[in-house]
């Protein structure tokens, strides 16, 4: 599939597709030092989209939604399906992968990077908040929960093994989205507003996602400027961001995450850090992640991460089940994203036209930049 390490492709022929219309883009799509460590896949726009269709069409053999005991084994979202019947490549190699746009340009769909070091804020954060289970642990999962963290029970119409889990940090959609009880009212907001407050854990949470915007602007320096103009656009009092210094609106964290492949609707790149916390898998068993044709492992020992930096939105990726015959295993390791969502960020623009804004205590910033003493507004 494809054709692997093309040598005449120069570094300035690969672009972000998303990045194309930012006015007086000066940024490379990927760094020299990362361009050299990676394995540059380019194939046809036929081939790629004959890869979505075939993600496109084991996700509509997964009929369950939520968290469900799935047999993955039994359906088509497996390594063994993927690289016997499907013709995914099995690579481990640090990868890019870019379609050939015909004008002589390639646009990168995703980026696959191994790493021999492991984020130290992610692993502080994952500690705080999950036991050496991978399971919450009861300090941040009180009764009427945390303000700005969610704990995720369904996705849409993705199917999720039980036993996963998924919180969400940040800011989301917005009161007028499409089919809310709300109408002629944009009111974005974070996660659980009226939660208790924990400062440290939202102070890991903004460490962490200031980590994730590192390795954007350093390896994928012009999609991370586009996430920068997205929020100079969008949030120009800088009170929706999960940081100071992170221009994203919200960041997941997953443990034992298994997911039936999925096509995300964000605004810029969704980057991904995995990393393992519990050692090997039981034999038999891979920590695993489809994409773009490939299947490519994720961190197989303490101290190894993976970073995946993906395009917000038209190319289905998921994190695979272990096993292609026994049941998925919960191995308590874990993945998080930076994301900005299409709704955030369509709903604070429509506020902005309304001459609106938010109230501060459903901001980010009161949950992550406020001192402890402070406490969440119930009135709005």
Same mark, same amino acid.
């Given at each position: 599939?494809?054709?692997?390490?093309?040598?005449?492709?120069?570094?300035?022929?690969?672009?972000?597709?998303?990045?194309?219309?930012? $006015?007086?883009?000066?940024?490379?799509?990927?760094?020299? @030092?990362?361009?050299?460590?990676?394995?540059?896949?380019?194939?046809?726009?036929?081939?790629?989209?004959?890869?979505?269709?075939?993600?496109?069409?084991? =996700?509509? %053999?997964?009929?369950?939604?939520?968290?469900?005991?799935?047999?993955?084994?039994?359906?088509?979202?497996?390594? *063994?399906?993927?690289?016997?019947?499907?013709?995914?490549?099995?690579?481990?190699?640090?990868?890019? +992968?870019?379609?050939?746009?015909?004008?002589?340009?390639?646009?990168? *769909?995703?980026?696959?990077?191994?790493?021999?070091?492991?984020?130290?804020?992610?692993?502080?954060?994952?500690?705080?908040?999950?036991? @050496?289970?991978?399971?919450?642990?009861?300090?941040?999962?009180?009764?009427?929960?945390?303000?700005?963290?969610?704990?995720?029970?369904?996705?849409?119409?993705?199917?999720?093994?039980?036993?996963?889990?998924?919180?969400?940090?940040?800011?989301?959609?917005?009161?007028?989205?499409?089919?809310?009880?709300?109408?002629?009212?944009?009111?974005?907001?974070?996660?659980?507003?009226?939660?208790?407050? @924990? *400062?440290?854990?939202? &102070?890991?949470? $903004?460490?962490?996602?200031?980590?994730?915007?590192?390795?954007?602007?350093?390896?994928?320096?012009?999609?991370?400027?586009?996430?920068?103009?997205?929020?100079? +656009?969008?949030?120009?009092?800088?009170?929706?961001?999960?940081?100071?210094?992170?221009?994203?609106? &919200?960041? !997941?964290?997953?443990? !034992?995450?298994?997911?039936?492949?999925?096509?995300? %609707?964000?605004?810029?790149?969704?980057?991904?850090?995995?990393?393992?916390?519990?050692? =090997?898998?039981?034999?038999?068993?891979?920590?695993?992640?489809?994409?773009?044709?490939?299947?490519? =492992?994720?961190?197989?020992?303490?101290?190894?991460?993976?970073?995946?930096?993906?395009?917000?939105?038209?190319?289905?990726?998921?994190?695979?089940?272990?096993?292609?015959?026994?049941?998925?295993?919960?191995?308590?390791?874990?993945?998080?994203? +930076?994301?900005?969502?299409?709704?955030?960020?369509?709903?604070?623009?429509?506020?902005?036209?309304?001459?609106?804004?938010?109230?501060?205590?459903?901001?980010?910033?009161?949950?992550?930049?406020?001192?402890? &003493?402070?406490?969440?507004?119930?009135?709005?």
């Amino acid at each position: 599939m494809g054709m692997p390490s093309k040598p005449n492709v120069k570094i300035d022929e690969l672009y972000w597709e998303d990045v194309v219309g930012d $006015a007086n883009v000066q940024e490379l799509a990927v760094s020299r @030092d990362l361009f050299e460590m990676c394995t540059l896949t380019i194939i046809t726009q036929e081939e790629f989209a004959a890869n979505e269709a075939l993600l496109r069409a084991v =996700a509509k %053999s997964i009929p369950e939604t939520g968290f469900a005991d799935v047999e993955w084994h039994n359906t088509g979202w497996t390594e *063994k399906h993927l690289v016997t019947n499907c013709g995914f490549l099995r690579t481990d190699d640090s990868t890019i +992968l870019a379609v050939a746009d015909g004008m002589g340009r390639f646009a990168i *769909k995703y980026v696959y990077v191994t790493m021999d070091t492991e984020s130290e804020p992610m692993r502080e954060l994952s500690t705080y908040v999950f036991d @050496d289970h991978g399971y919450i642990r009861d300090a941040v999962n009180p009764e009427g929960g945390l303000c700005g963290q969610s704990l995720v029970v369904r996705r849409g119409n993705k199917a999720m093994n039980h036993g996963s889990v998924m919180m969400m940090y940040g800011s989301w959609d917005c009161w007028d989205w499409p089919g809310a009880t709300a109408k002629n009212v944009t009111q974005p907001r974070i996660y659980n507003p009226t939660g208790q407050l @924990d *400062k440290t854990l939202n &102070s890991l949470v $903004a460490t962490h996602a200031d980590h994730l915007t590192q390795y954007e602007r350093q390896m994928i320096p012009s999609y991370a400027a586009h996430r920068d103009r997205i929020a100079a +656009l969008a949030d120009p009092h800088r009170v929706h961001r999960i940081s100071e210094h992170t221009t994203a609106f &919200s960041v !997941s964290l997953t443990s !034992s995450y298994a997911i039936a492949p999925h096509n995300d %609707s964000g605004m810029a790149c969704e980057t991904i850090g995995f990393i393992n916390r519990s050692g =090997a898998m039981p034999d038999g068993h891979e920590w695993l992640f489809a994409i773009g044709g490939h299947v490519h =492992a994720l961190p197989n020992q303490v101290g190894k991460s993976v970073i995946l930096f993906i395009k917000g939105q038209g190319v289905y990726h998921g994190t695979l089940p272990t096993s292609s015959t026994e049941p998925t295993a919960l191995h308590g390791n874990h993945g998080s994203a +930076l994301v900005t969502k299409k709704r955030i960020v369509d709903g604070l623009m429509r506020q902005a036209e309304r001459g609106e804004t938010t109230c501060f205590e459903l901001t980010a910033a009161n949950v992550t930049r406020l001192p402890a &003493s402070s406490s969440p507004c119930m009135r709005c």
